[in-house]
């Protein structure tokens, strides 16, 4: 039987078996302790791992910077609970604002930031999930932040509050034009696509990488549709190949050709690695190209060898097709300047 | 404040730039989800500016679009060579990347290779499109441009065309050879079939630089009423396997 500490009055800390009571800023919180359940993750893993690291190196700030922490720390409160704002400790902040951080792929910041703006919520237009695609529309472009996105495995469509389930699928990605497509990091992540039926729960906020403040978020559910109950209220697939088009035996090692520029011109970022002793290189598709992408396109090129011409100019001819004998496939044939393998070939392409 | 010319072209100038290059003045074409833009920009990469940026900023009138994708321009640098009685031309050039960062600037890569030449000149002759415009590609038709010459001496690539549309028209050109006696002349051809009412001073890009092998030759060529002209070529223009090309969204001052 446990005599000490009593929870039931105010003015005690300390912990019994798995109750732990704090008093903090004039009031008592007591907490259970809580059990991770289900077999651990890798990424579990190295999320305590980075939390573990974040909290140890607090201990290697100068007492200056620890300072600087504790005050800005005074001005910030931590999330609300019962109508009483909690108060943060310096060490608190510190280790909130770099897990978010590290978790963007950027360092431990040391030096407390300035202040701590407010950031906006996330705008979008409108969520799809098929099996195929997994993809937020519209969003509201914020410069210098990020999107975080975490989501669920499919859930059974009658459950209504499934958010505690959400895992972290993106840390930290810049929308790409109003679009966050999720697909590759959702199957990715999940480990299985969803079907037609199911309810994914999903939850986003902004992240400033730069001080690791994060936004308030935002949570929403879907039910997966086919792709071609989608396509019929309103989901428009963006006309672009990636590498995740790309068949694994082409001759590029980067791929992004953009069609959804509603110009006359296709936009290019791609290397070309070139291939036996002909001057030009491949991008075999998985699948075939619309219609409405076939053609010619000519775009400007830039070596990225090491060698005589390292950085020449060239330009090169571009023929998008759907070949019978080879399959869907574009071809990068060099034109003017001095060929280099490899070469980035990038920007705007006209299209005829 | 508006934007500079929208859905029109005209002319405008920058408000300023982190390079110390003064002013520069654009000849620009502005649809609501793209800009075409012509400028022809010279610096000293000594000066302080330009050494203290990471990239070059060039700060305009609001433009039509807030953002685009990356696009290509020139960066070409002079560097010659006197020997006795013979100057032995090794000016170079490459493609830089350059994009729109918001309405009020352009963004150009800093290239620092050749930090070392007296004098920088970028031309932007570019097209920067926004991405995600709710629609696909729109297709132009090629049009074979037809040089030709009282006597002929200069000989073109089947890939020498231009794509043409009301307010702009793009323009590749590829060199394939030049007769032997005329190879230190002036050069001037019509172009046959390309609109009259483009005139721009192009890089014409390639040729072996002994002295930076790391790029082709540059020499200058400019375009101006249907007519090509290109009064002197880099030394080593005409090397096998360097192509000199052009290519260049050009604005059309109107007929």
Partial sequence: ?352 | MAPASSTNTAMFNSTGNNFGAGTIQFKDYQAENYVVLNAKITYDPSNADYQAADVLEIYVPDLSINRSAVAGVFLTFQDRYVYSSYTWNNDGGTAVKSWIKDKNTICIEKLTNFDDKAEHTIFILALYPSLNQGGGTIKGTRTAIQMTQETRYLYWSSDTFCVIFEHWVFLHMQFSSCSYSYRNQPWEANMGNFPTDVCADVPFLGGSNQYNPSVNGYSLAHVENGVFTCQERMSGFDSTGYDPFIFAFLVRDGE
């Fill in chain 1, 1 to 352: 039987m446990i005599v000490l500490p009593s929870i039931a009055f105010g003015g005690f800390s300390g912990s019994a078996k798995d109750v732990t009571a704090r008093h903090v800023g004039g009031r008592s919180i007591l907490s259970v302790r809580s059990w991770p359940t289900g077999q651990k993750t890798n990424a579990q893993v190295a999320r305590r791992a980075s939390l573990a690291r974040i909290t140890k190196s607090y201990q290697t700030l100068t007492a200056d910077q620890m300072i600087a922490w504790e005050r800005l720390a005074e001005h910030t409160s931590g999330q609300s609970v019962f109508g009483q704002k909690a108060e943060l400790t310096g060490i608190n902040l510190f280790v909130r604002l770099n897990v978010s951080r590290v978790m963007a792929g950027e360092s431990i910041l040391k030096d407390a930031p300035a202040m701590i703006a407010a950031l906006p919520l996330v705008s979008y237009s409108a969520l799809w999930i098929t099996p195929k695609t997994v993809i937020i529309k519209g969003i509201a472009h914020e410069v210098g932040l990020k999107l975080v996105v975490k989501m669920t495995g499919g859930q059974s469509a009658g459950v209504s509050s499934g958010w505690s389930k959400a895992v972290i699928v993106s840390p930290g990605m810049e929308d790409d034009w109003g679009d966050a497509d999720m697909t590759y990091l959702y199957f990715k992540t999940i480990g299985v696509k969803p079907s037609v039926g199911e309810k994914i729960f999903l939850e986003m906020y902004w992240l400033d990488p730069a001080s690791g403040v994060v936004g308030p978020s935002i949570q929403t559910s879907k039910v997966v549709e086919s792709e071609e109950d989608a396509e019929a209220e309103g989901y428009v697939k963006r006309e672009k190949i990636t590498m995740a088009d790309v068949k694994e035996d082409s001759h590029v090692s980067e791929c992004d050709v953009d069609f959804s520029t509603n110009a006359p011109v296709v936009s290019f970022d791609t290397v070309c690695l070139g291939h036996s002793n002909v001057a030009s290189s491949y991008a075999y598709l998985e699948d075939d190209l619309p219609a409405d992408c076939l053609g010619t396109s000519m775009a400007l090129g830039r070596g990225m060898g090491d060698g005589n011409a390292a950085l020449a100019a060239q330009s090169y001819i571009i023929w998008l097709r759907n070949s019978s004998w080879d399959g869907a496939n574009i071809c990068f044939a060099h034109r003017g300047g001095y060929y280099v393998k490899p070469t980035e070939v990038f920007g705007p392409g006209i299209l005829y």
